[in-house]
């Protein structure tokens, strides 16, 4: 069974930065695309970045130049890089995984960003 464990969510003041984590278990072959979203309260869930195996990222224009993407596929991990943060970035974000084989897509549990004064 695949598990995803997410981290690095928190309390930041605005310009701040935080760094999330989601590492991949369970017996995993091959894993093509990773990915973080993000849903702000009465919002729907929106596409954040995604990365694949190949390392070409995919970036919302809201985060463009302040966010980076990466992976450690060794250990099948996404990192999320969230720099100068502002309000609107406070949101419960997701980890997102898309098997290569067998064909499959997982959701992380969520973590909370919250960016305040």
């Known amino acids: 069974q695949v598990q995803l464990v997410e981290s690095g969510g928190g309390l930041v003041q605005p310009g701040g930065s935080l760094r999330l984590s989601c590492a991949a278990s369970?017996?995993?072959?091959?894993?093509?695309?990773m990915g973080w979203y993000r849903q702000a309260p009465g919002k729907q869930r929106e596409l954040v970045a995604t990365?694949?195996?190949?390392?070409?990222?995919n970036y919302a224009d809201s985060v463009k130049g302040r966010f980076t993407i990466s992976r450690d596929n060794a250990k099948n991990t996404v990192y999320l890089q969230m720099n100068s943060l502002k309000s609107e970035d406070t949101a419960v974000y997701y980890c997102?995984?898309?098997?290569?084989?067998?064909?499959?897509?997982?959701w992380g549990q969520g973590t909370q960003v919250t960016v305040s004064s």
């Open positions: 997102n995984v898309k098997l290569a084989w067998p064909i499959a897509t997982y």
């Open positions: 369970g017996g995993i072959r091959s894993i093509n695309i």
């Open positions: 990365i694949t195996s190949g390392g070409m990222t």
